[in-house]
T-cell receptor, first 111, second 111 residues
């Protein structure tokens, strides 16, 4: 049973526009959420995180929104750049020992 | 600064052969350590995690095993590989209440 889901396997966006990547979770005990970026044949790199006590966290062009009642989080990238093209994973944790990952969304930013 | 090493980068092994993948972390002490697998076109599947020397939690029943002989060393093993063991294996570390940092990964092909 997958506790973290990314229902969009791919997303295509024009350079300069906003990219919105979505993630849903089922476990109400999750209280820490993260986004990772992954290039082919490399390990994921940490992008941004959010604790359940917040509903928004910003870092430069990246903003993560958390809607606890809907068990939904999203990553906004504004403005999108071709270098942002990668696979994005969301992850969630309830105890900081185990992290559950979604299946990823492949973002393609077109020049 | 902290670094994480994984080797080998690529590995081709016949069915039924043994496996040993090694991961070491530098620049931190008593990290949580993780092994993940990414099968082709799939997300990250947590295989094992460890919160201390000799403490291993298994997430998925399979023919793989993990060991942590030293604080910053994590080893993934198998006595007999299956075709279904092919994938991209990732080691990661974290400190308590922190995000995970991933190694470069090992591409395993079982033939």
């Amino acid at each position: 049973d997958q506790q973290v889901k990314q229902n969009s396997p791919s997303l295509s966006v024009q350079e300069g526009r906003i990219s919105i990547l979505n993630c849903d979770y089922t476990n109400s005990m999750f209280d820490y959420f993260l986004w990772y970026k992954k290039y082919p044949a490399e390990g994921p790199t940490f992008l941004i995180s959010i604790s359940s006590i917040k509903d928004k966290n910003e870092d430069g062009r990246f903003t993560v929104f958390l809607n606890k009642s809907a068990k939904h989080l999203s990553l906004h990238i504004v403005p999108s750049q071709p270098g942002d093209s990668a696979v994005y994973f969301c992850a969630a944790s309830a105890n900081f020992n185990k992290f559950y990952f979604g299946s990823g969304t492949k973002l393609n930013v077109k020049p | 600064s902290q670094t994480i090493h994984q080797w080998p980068a690529t590995l081709v092994q016949p069915v039924g052969s043994p496996l040993s993948l090694e991961c070491t972390v530098e620049g931190t002490s008593n990290p949580n350590l993780y092994w993940y697998r990414q099968a082709a076109g799939r997300g990250l599947q947590l295989l094992f995690y460890s919160v201390g020397i000799g403490q291993i939690s298994s997430e998925v029943p399979q023919n793989l095993s993990a060991s942590r002989p030293q604080d910053r060393q994590f080893i993934l093993s198998s006595k007999k590989l299956l075709l279904s063991d092919s994938g991209f294996y990732l080691c990661a570390w974290s400190q308590y209440r922190g995000e995970q940092y991933f190694g470069p990964g090992t591409r395993l092909t079982v033939t």
